[in-house]
């Protein structure tokens, strides 16, 4: 079957420090990846996505690049922000033809940024 | 930009009692799918529909039936609750993308309590 996996937090920064939240996924086939971020009490939002090998997705200072060979999906930040404190979720869908399979997420990263 | 509603917001139920939660996807969107997010955990997918036929199928108890309306809204209709079944239900909608994927977009959730 398809999983996800991630590093697990609570992940606690000082503000402007790197960010790095691993994931790593298997799928029975060639999956689009995802991370969403959820604010306490919100829903997710869509913070970046690829399609395929090699692609980088940003967003907001946030990148991720698609690496099939080693099956990573890593979510990465230069300068950490208070506002960037939230649950990170790494995800993959399949598309198998009339609308994509439902998505398989991570347990979620929680990270913290101290001033 | 619209977004995903869904509704009722917050939902207190009985023991055996039975729920009904509706989700309006936003608009030109053919796809509906419904999560299920547990306290501290990762949201978990119960069913998809695409163009109001069922599209994917995940962890959705026998208790829980959903379907999709002409009209592209979806209701989740959710009988004889268990504790258990205390959760936020998410609706996600989304569409084919000219690069040819599907970029799931969720609504606020309804925190559903069962008493």
């Known amino acids: 079957g398809n999983s996800v996996t991630q590093m697990e937090g609570p992940v606690t920064l000082s503000e402007e420090a790197f960010l790095t939240i691993n994931c790593t996924y298997t799928?029975?086939?060639?999956?689009?990846l995802f991370w969403y971020v959820q604010y306490p009490g919100e829903g997710l939002q869509l913070l970046l996505k690829?399609?395929?090998?090699?692609d980088k997705g940003s967003n907001k200072g946030f990148e991720a690049t698609y690496r099939k060979e080693t099956t990573s999906f890593h979510l990465e930040k230069g300068s950490v922000q208070v506002s960037d404190s939230a649950v990170y979720f790494c995800?993959?869908?399949?598309?198998?033809?009339?609308?994509?399979?439902?998505?398989?997420f991570g347990k979620g990263t929680h990270l913290i940024i101290q001033p | 930009a619209a977004g995903v509603i869904q509704s009722p917001r917050h939902l207190i139920k009985e023991k055996r009692e039975t729920a009904t939660l509706k989700c309006y996807p936003i608009?030109?969107?053919?796809?509906v799918y419904w999560y299920q997010q547990g306290p501290g955990q990762d949201p978990q997918f119960l069913i998809s529909?695409?163009?109001?036929?069922?599209?994917d199928k995940g962890s959705i108890p026998d208790r829980f039936s959903a379907q999709q309306f002409s009209d592209y809204h979806s209701e989740l209709n959710m009988s004889s609750l268990e504790l258990g079944d205390s959760a936020l239900y998410f609706c996600?909608?989304?569409?084919?993308?000219?690069?040819?994927?599907?970029?799931?977009?969720f609504g606020p959730g309804t925190r559903l309590t069962v008493t």
């Open positions: 995800a993959l869908s399949l598309y198998s033809g009339g609308g994509a399979d439902g998505l398989t």
């Open positions: 799928a029975t086939g060639y999956p689009s």
């Open positions: 608009p030109r969107h053919d796809t």
């Open positions: 529909f695409y163009e109001k036929m069922q599209s």
């Open positions: 996600a909608s989304s569409s084919f993308t000219s690069l040819g994927t599907y970029e799931q977009y």
């Open positions: 690829a399609t395929k090998a090699d």
